[in-house]
Nanobody, 121 residues
Framework: QVQLVESGGGLVQPGGSLRLSCAAS????????MGWYRQAPGKQREMVAV???????NYADSVKGRFTISRDNAKNTVYLQMNSLEPEDTAVYYC???????????????WGQGTQVTVSS
């Protein structure tokens, strides 16, 4: 099992910045990648940014150039630096980690409890 605890959400004005943190604990040695997803009211959850074990990153087109994902392996923590925030970024942001288990193998996903980000003047 993997436990994920997020922090750093809040209310910010358009053009502002926030940094989200996600601390992982438990069986983290075999985690393949960690990332951030978000879900706005009435919309499906979508990938925002992912960072692999080797440090490779992937971003949604809507956040490229504005958001940066990074990780501190010593602290087992992943960060999402969000700059130039827009009202369209308003959503609940979820931390995700996944690993492959078993002989098939099968992907196992773990989720944090979510943190609200609201961009409004």
């Amino acid at each position: 099992q993997v436990q994920l605890v997020e922090s750093g959400g809040g209310l910010v004005q358009p053009g502002g910045s926030l940094r989200l943190s996600c601390a992982a604990s438990g069986s983290i040695s075999s985690i393949n990648a960690m990332g951030w997803y978000r879900q706005a009211p009435g919309k499906q959850r979508e990938m925002v940014a992912v960072i692999g074990r080797g440090g490779n990153t992937n971003y949604a087109d809507s956040v490229k150039g504005r958001f940066t994902i990074s990780r501190d392996n010593a602290k087992n923590t992943v960060y999402l630096q969000m700059n130039s925030l827009e009202p369209e970024d308003t959503a609940v942001y979820y931390c995700n980690a996944y690993k492959y288990v078993g002989y098939l193998p099968t992907r196992e996903d773990y989720w944090g409890q979510g943190t609200q980000v609201t961009v409004s003047s």
